[in-house]
C-alpha cells in the first residue's frame, strides 16, 4: 500500500479548539492533496501542497509536507461546526495527468 | 466552476445483473475517473480516461467496464454484480493535477 497503517480515525474536539490531522506516506509524490467529503457528497479539494513546498496556508487551514519523512499534516486553527468532515490526503506521483491515492482519512466532528 | 454530475444518485441492484452508471461534466477536463468507495475506507481508484484512452487498475480489471462516447460522458458498467459491489461510486474530472468529484451514486446489491 502507498500508505502507512492508517485507518480512519475519529476524532472529536470543541469549537474554537486548534486540531491537527497527519498522514504519512511511503512511496515519492510530487504533490500532496487534502480533501474534506461532506456527508452525501463527493470529495472537495480543500489544499494542494507540492514537494517543493514546506508548508501552506488557505484561511483556517494549514497544509506541511515533510518529504524526508514522508508525511503530510493538515492543521484547522479555531474549529468551527460546519468544519465537521471526513478528511482525506492523498498523494500524486503521476506527472502528465492526476492519479490520487487516499489514505484512510480522518473523521473530524466539532462540536458547539 | 466545475460541476460533475452522476446519475442515479441510488441504486439497487439484483445480484447477477448488470449495473450502469453515468457521470457528466461541464467543463471539458481531459481526465475522468471512477473510484469505489466503502464505509469507512478510503476511495479507491478504480479506472480512468485520459481523453479517449481507457486505463484501468490492475486489481480491478476484470470486473469494471468503462465508456467515454465523448468528453463529458463517462460510465461504469458492471456486467454482473455480487454483494461485494455495494459501495459508494464517485466519480471525477480533472486536468493537471486538481480532480474535481461529483456527488457519487450509491450502490446496494442483494
Known amino acids: 500500500s502507498q500508505w502507512g497503517e492508517e485507518n480512519l480515525q475519529a476524532l472529536s474536539i470543541q469549537e474554537g479548539e486548534d486540531v491537527t490531522m497527519n498522514c504519512s506516506y511511503k512511496t515519492y509524490t510530487t504533490v500532496v492533496h487534502w480533501y474534506r467529503q461532506d456527508s452525501g457528497r463527493g470529495p472537495a479539494l480543500i489544499i494542494l501542497i507540492r514537494s517543493n513546498e514546506r508548508e501552506k496556508r488557505s484561511g483556517r487551514l494549514r497544509a506541511t509536507l515533510d518529504t524526508s519523512s514522508q508525511s503530510s499534516s493538515l492543521s484547522i486553527t479555531a474549529a468551527q461546526c460546519e468544519d465537521t468532515a471526513v478528511y482525506f490526503c492523498a498523494t500524486d506521483a503521476s506527472s502528465s495527468f492526476s492519479k490520487l491515492v487516499f489514505g484512510q482519512g480522518t473523521s473530524l466532528s466539532v462540536v458547539p | 466552476d466545475t460541476t460533475v454530475k452522476q446519475n442515479p444518485r441510488y441504486k439497487l441492484a439484483r445480484v447477477g445483473k448488470p449495473v450502469n452508471l453515468i457521470c457528466s461534466q461541464t467543463?471539458?477536463?481531459?481526465?475522468m475517473y471512477w473510484y469505489q468507495k466503502k464505509p469507512n475506507q478510503a476511495p479507491k481508484l478504480l479506472l480512468f480516461y485520459y481523453d479517449k484512452i481507457l486505463n484501468r487498475e490492475a486489481d480491478t480489471f476484470e470486473k469494471f467496464q468503462s465508456s467515454r462516447p465523448n468528453n463529458s460522458f463517462c460510465s461504469l458498467y458492471i456486467g454482473s454484480a455480487g454483494l461485494e459491489y455495494s459501495a459508494m461510486y464517485l466519480c471525477a474530472a480533472g486536468t493537471g493535477d486538481t480532480q474535481y468529484f461529483g456527488p457519487g451514486t450509491r450502490l446496494l446489491v442483494l
Open positions: 467543463m471539458n477536463h481531459d481526465t
